[in-house]
């Protein structure tokens, strides 16, 4: 009974989550209660929770994770700047002439916001405000738009940079670290946020690619789903030359986000730097437009402070149940089930996957990475993955999570801000999809690990 200690500790979380409870104070607490009633009946060392404050330190010193404070600023500044609502009436002019050119624009502008912003619930309830109240006026078929919506807003998990990359991309160089020195390999290779970044950039264009492709089909075979616009009706209003009208709306947010990940490509910048950068340039785009007041500048300051805040304090509360996690035993219960998996490391990828899957219902991408990762990504690495490739499997795999219904995130996102008048049925009808896509992408991703590895080794061969 003592061996499966650790598996009653994960499940007593995942119930906590499930009444309701904040995730940071349900994993430090739960882990605390088990560590005590370890303590009183002689199966837990305490000695595990004196490695606690020198955890707490390195997190505090970490300079990858202050990439996340300055990503989210730079997402709020967007955000507050109506960027968004500017870069979808320019690709409308470009592409809404066309039959399903709509859809198309809105998977352009998503990916675009997604790279902003990097966080799939703002993404979605922004394109879910803007966007699909034009689609469905203009004929759209409210499956295909809610679709194709809440399909762009989730490539803010594998569109770099991305806070999700950003966190993944930490954990994972621990993980990768801590495979290592278990094989004895005393002077190991290290992974980067930026690998991440660059690893992901394949992928993430062929989910574009696949989901632009996929509107297209349906606009020709079913051209009552997405009717073409006529040109006079976009630009109803607008007494600007068309090429300045697309000039003010394209070329700012181009260049922040090229800005951005050109600093990272070359190598003129650390993640952490570049997301300095694009901080920076998203409050001069928001002063630009008009929109930076002060009481604009303390709201983002203050939407800021509370993401940021979360992801510590879930971050601190994680450490906190990996010690106990490990002072029961759970490193080396996890260790000896994957061997006797069949399959081999294939067989024990597949479980993780399907467990992360599982999991996205009811946990954000935070909390899967702080807690599950660290306790299965050591073991998948010791068996000879490649740290960027799985890093990307497993960000592909929880974006599908939070697509699938019924308890996908941003059906839940997209829900909250669509019209009565669309149909949860529509949504989830609309999603499916989108969801074979990702699917499609993860098998692809298997058959052809150098889709994440290549691009990596070229940038970072020098």
């Given at each position: 009974?003592?061996?499966?200690?650790?598996?009653w500790l994960f499940a007593a979380v995942c119930l906590c989550l499930l009444f309701g409870y904040p995730v940071a104070f349900s994993l430090g607490g739960t882990a605390l209660i088990f560590a005590g009633v370890g303590s009183l009946f002689g199966t837990f060392d305490g000695i595990f929770l004196e490695a606690l404050p020198n955890r707490l330190f390195g997190i505090i010193g970490n300079e990858t994770l202050i990439a996340v404070p300055l990503f989210v600023l730079m997402g709020v500044l967007l955000e507050k700047s109506k960027l968004a609502e500017k870069l979808l009436d320019s690709m409308a002019m470009l592409f809404g002439t066309?039959?399903?050119?709509?859809g198309i624009s809105v998977i352009i502008v998503g990916m675009l916001l997604a790279a902003s912003t990097g966080i799939v619930g703002a993404t979605v309830v922004t394109m879910g405000m803007i966007s699909l109240p034009t689609m469905l006026r203009r004929g759209y078929d409210p499956a295909l738009a809610t679709g194709t919506i809440c399909a762009t807003g989730t490539l803010g998990q594998i569109i770099p940079p991305s806070i999700a990359l950003v966190l993944l991309?930490?954990?994972m160089s621990n993980a990768f670290q801590k495979a290592q020195l278990e094989m004895g390999i005393f002077s190991p290779k290290t992974i980067s946020v930026g690998d991440l970044f660059v690893g992901a950039l394949i992928p993430g264009l062929i989910l574009v690619g696949l989901y632009i492709l996929y509107v297209i089909m349906v606009a020709w075979l079913q051209p009552h789903k997405a009717p073409a616009v006529p040109r006079d009706e976009l630009r109803s209003g607008s007494t600007e030359p068309l090429a300045l009208q697309l000039f003010k709306g394209l070329v700012p947010p181009l260049v922040l986000i090229f800005s951005v990940l050109g600093s990272i490509l070359s190598g003129i910048a650390t993640p952490t730097e570049a997301a300095g950068v694009?901080?920076?340039?998203a409050a001069i785009l928001a002063l630009a437009s008009g929109k930076l007041s002060l009481p604009t500048l303390k709201d983002a300051v203050y939407s800021t402070t509370k993401?940021?805040?979360?992801?510590?304090?879930i971050l601190i509360g994680a450490s906190l149940f990996s010690l106990v996690f490990r002072g029961f035993g759970g490193e080396e219960l996890i260790e000896e089930f994957f061997s006797h998996l069949p399959g081999g490391v294939y067989g024990a990828l597949l479980v993780v996957m399907l467990l992360?899957?599982?999991?996205g219902f009811i946990l954000d991408f935070i909390e899967i990475t702080f807690v599950v990762v660290p306790i299965v990504a050591p073991v998948l690495l010791a068996m000879g993955l490649d740290p960027v490739w799985l890093g990307i499997m497993m960000a592909i795999n929880l974006q599908t999570s939070f697509l699938t219904p019924p308890f996908g995130f941003a059906l839940f996102y997209l829900r909250g801000v669509a019209p009565p008048e669309v149909k949860t049925q529509s949504i989830y009808k609309g999603v499916l999809p989108f969801i074979l896509i990702q699917l499609f992408v993860l098998v692809m991703l298997v058959i052809w690990p150098e889709l994440a590895t290549w691009l990596p080794e070229q940038v970072y061969a020098n």
């Open positions: 009974m003592a061996e499966f200690l650790p598996l066309l039959r399903g050119g709509l991309g930490d954990v694009g901080a920076f340039g993401v940021t805040s979360m992801v510590f304090m992360m899957f599982v999991l």
